[in-house]
């Protein structure tokens, strides 16, 4: 998992502040162009910095004021050289700086001590990682995680981009919270899933029991309960009960259908492959071809293709990045 080096993360508070000098903008971009996870990790912090809420809407900093303020202090006593007069500036100059650059900081890791940055780094598969207070949690490839160093307030928070699976430890006078840009899901002691995009915030709970309060919607919230599925999106929530186990496919390597319908085949299929799975209008509709029953493990995508294919009699084209079935004359 990638982790933002301390100096590369006050370069990018830094420059998200206008603050940044012409060397340690180069060095930042040349940080961020050695590979794609890096990028993934800088596009993360910007997400995460404007996320924050109120509580980074600073007042501007008045330079000129601090430089009266400054001048007065210097005259009201012995009148002083010009170079220690223009030392003292380029000190308070540097003691502004740090200032800001300390109060970015502390908001950064939430005065709370540091804050940790993970991401699954892509084309390494999935992630375990140890939280501070004993749970676990399992990143899906690409998904991002942060939380403090230590849990020591009333709670315990972290925040979550992407997919995740999360074992979390009992702990009922310090409830666990996750927050997304959406939702907050608080639990006392149990095993979920949570996947956090663009579109939706989706729960699953494996074991347990969940709330989940949307952002936008305070007074609407859930308990969630064991082998139920919870999506969250613009038009509100929509709780279903969990007919199959894929959910966790991209855990386990294994996908299970018995008598699924082709629709949901091919959402579990672009899921786990990460690819736009289609199939023509005509094929959905016929009566014969309506569920699948079959079982996947760990299995490459091709080999799959070909076993629907000789399964239902069917075949299929690839379009660009997208599969399309279709059905054989």
Known sequence: MIQVPEHIAI???????????????????????????????????????????????????????????????????????????????????????????????????????????????????????????????????????????????????????????????????????IRTSRATIEVLGTSFIVNSNDRQDRLVVVSGRVLFTGKNKRSEQHIITAQQDATLDKEGFNIVTVKDSNYLSWQTGILQFDNTPFAEVMTALSDYYNVQVKAEATLTTRPELSTITARFERQPLEQVLEEIKLLINVDYRKQNDTIIFFKTQ
């Open 11 to 177: 370069i990018i508070i830094k420059h998200l502040r206008a603050i940044q000098n012409s060397t340690e903008e180069k060095e930042l971009q040349d940080w961020v162009n050695e590979s794609e996870e890096h990028k993934m990790a800088y596009e993360e912090m910007i997400r995460l910095w404007h996320e924050s809420g109120s509580v980074m809407e600073l007042p501007a900093f008045d330079t000129d004021s601090a430089w009266e303020k400054l001048d007065s202090t210097l005259a009201s006593g012995a009148v002083a050289p010009r170079g220690v007069k223009i030392v003292y500036r380029r000190l308070a100059l540097a003691a502004c700086l740090v200032g800001v650059l300390a109060l970015a900081s502390l908001i950064f890791y939430q005065l709370r001590g540091k804050t940790v940055v993970k991401i699954a780094e892509a084309g390494k598969g999935s992630q375990q990682l140890t939280l501070p207070d004993g749970s676990t949690v399992i990143l899906r490839e690409g998904a991002s995680i942060r939380y403090p160093d230590s849990f020591t307030g009333s709670e315990r928070a972290v925040a979550v981009s992407g997919e995740a699976y999360f074992d979390v430890q009992p702990e009922t006078s310090h409830p666990f919270r």
